[in-house]
Structures are given as C-alpha cells and as structure tokens.
C-alpha cells in the first residue's frame, strides 16, 4: 500500500504513541480529580499546553483544547459572532475555507448573519486588497486559511491579519495544514487552530489559540475544563500526544520539507514527462513541499482515484459526496479553472515515510490508470 494522502490525516508517529501509551493505559486519571491520579493526569495537560503555547509563541492560558481543526473553528467563529452579535452581523471568509468554517457560518445565517466569500485569484491566493474590499462597518469575524488543504497553497496571512487590525475586525487563521510544517509566526491572527493528525499526532485532539482580549462565548457547555470555555474531559492522552507531536514536527520541520518537497518535484517531474495533458493546480512557488495537485485532460478524477485504490495507493479528490450525488471542488471552482480542470484534479500529498520507489511505482500506476481511461 502507498499512502499518498497526508494532507488528509497522517500515520501517528510511534515515538508519540510511546508517550501517549501511559496515559490510556496505567496513568488513567481524570484531569478534573482532586486525588492523586487526578493530579498526574493535570500535571500532564498543563506541560502539554505549556509545550504548545510555548511553540506557537503564545501564553497558555489563552490556548483552548479542542477535538480538532473542525471544533476550533466552529468555536472561533460561532463564540466570536454570539459575543459580538450587537456590533454587526457579518462575516468574511475566503471562498477556499475548509467546510470547519464555510458550514460553521452557514449555520449562522439563521441567526440573521450575512456572509460574504472572498475569491482567490487563479493560482488559490486570497489577497489581502479582496479582503479589505470585502469588510464592512458590520464585519465582526474574517478567516483565511494559512495554506489550501486541496492546493497547497499559502495564503498572505500577515498581509491580510494587518488589514483586518486595521479595521478592527477579529481574524481567523486556520493552521491546520501549517502546523508542524511552517512557523506558527508566519501566520499572525487573533485566533488560531490547529489540529494534531495532520503532524503525526493523535485523530481527535486539537486546540485554538484566542488573543487574550476577544471576547467569544463557549461553543460547548459543561464542567468547569479549558477555564470555563469548553466542557468535558479532558483526552489527557491526545494532549501528550499532540504537545510531542508539535515539538518532533518543529524540530524536524526543515529536513523533512526538503525531504518531501524533492519527492514531491521528483513525481512532479516523472508525471508530466511520462504522461501528456497534465496540469499544475495553483501557484507552484507559494505552496506547501507536500502538495501536487494535478489535472488530468479527458479524465474523471474520481476514476483515476479508484483505479489508483485497486492497485494500492492512496490520493484524494477535491470533490465531496453529498446526499449521493458528488459535488466538485470548491476550491478549484472558485479559482475560476475550468470545469473539465476541476473534474479531472487529483490530489497527491506526501509525508515523511514515503519513499522514492513508492513514488516510482505510482508513476507506472497512474501512467497505466490516465491510459486506460482516456481508452
Ligand atoms: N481545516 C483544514 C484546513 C483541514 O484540512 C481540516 C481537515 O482536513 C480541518 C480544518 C478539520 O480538522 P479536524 O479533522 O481536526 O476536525
């Protein structure tokens, strides 16, 4: 099997399972208990938090831990609106968000909230002056992502996060494709989320940092965990894992973006040389080393995707299954390509295991699978 999927999830690294065993296992106590299990499960969570705030060079106790990407941002955008709500009803999203966010404010459209959805040029960058143009007096929530989960590709986040002081709105940036790959700095904003499966951490845990002085209201009631602001208990086990998630990704960020970025040019390479009708989607220079999303001319990305999954590698689409019918990429839809471009996309994302005879054996794989569907 070749798992050519990492911006999806990533295996969890063993060296952070080693650290995660104790905590589901022997050390089991509930974090919120006042005896002596309690304590060591607290004192865990609290070096935890201490590890991420540390990296993401933000005080701990404005870091909330969450269930992921998903909850970060639903808690970002909802807690910001419900706790704003009588300085406008507005909100502005790049058009490329994760569902996180796009669903989080649908949702909110029943509570009179309007949305407006910032377009990317054709290579997926939002920029900063579409942003600007977007905000109005009412706009009380703005959230670009860090980097394009279907793309790759990295957004001008310090650019837009000035913008958005400037005009007092509160800035979300969702660094769940980032994290562990690109300095936390690189992408200031008032909020931030983060998820720990996509740096070799544990499915299920992740967390939001919220600038000290926002006001936002919790997204989840209950006991008194995360100050208040997020009931229910604490996965002691994903905080220790994630927290030695985040520092193994930091300290071998650089060698493994250059490790994956040259298998990831080397298949990029062996792709357009081996295989006519292929195309590059979104800029090629500001993207992340995983990333090679790729258009394949009179191809249905979804037949190259199973074709690739009966020979044992593992890629991803940019189109969604809803209610039974597919819908296509919103991302690449909002790029402006056209829809034979879109249709025929296909996401490969490589990470830290894989290997360059995997990367060959793809090549034939995929060189026999566009063949065969062009027929
Ligand atoms: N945001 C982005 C950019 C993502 O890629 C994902 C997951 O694919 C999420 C949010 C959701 O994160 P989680 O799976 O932790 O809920």
Redesign the pocket.
Known sequence: MIYLDH??TTPLDKDVLKKMTPYLTTTYGNASSQHAFGREAANAVISARDGIAKIMGVPSNCLYFT?????A?NTALKGVCAANRNKGKHIVLSAIE?P?LLSAAEDMRAYGYELTLVKPDGQGVVSADSVNKAIRPDTVFAGV?SAN?ETGVIQPIKDIYSVCKERGVFFYC?C??TAGVLPFAHFPADGV?F?A??FYGPKGF?GLYMRPDCRFERLISGGKQERGLRGGTTYVAGAVGAAYALEKAVANAEENNKKVAALRDYFIKCVVTEIEGVSLNGDSYRRLSSNANLSFDGCDGEQILFALDLKGVAVSTGSACSAGAVTSSHVLTAMGLPESRVKSAVRFTFGKYNTQEEVDQTVVILKEAVARIRG
């Open positions: 911006a999806a269930s992921g990407g998903t909850e941002g994760h996180a992502m989960n969702d769940v494709q989320g998820s499966h996509k992740g």
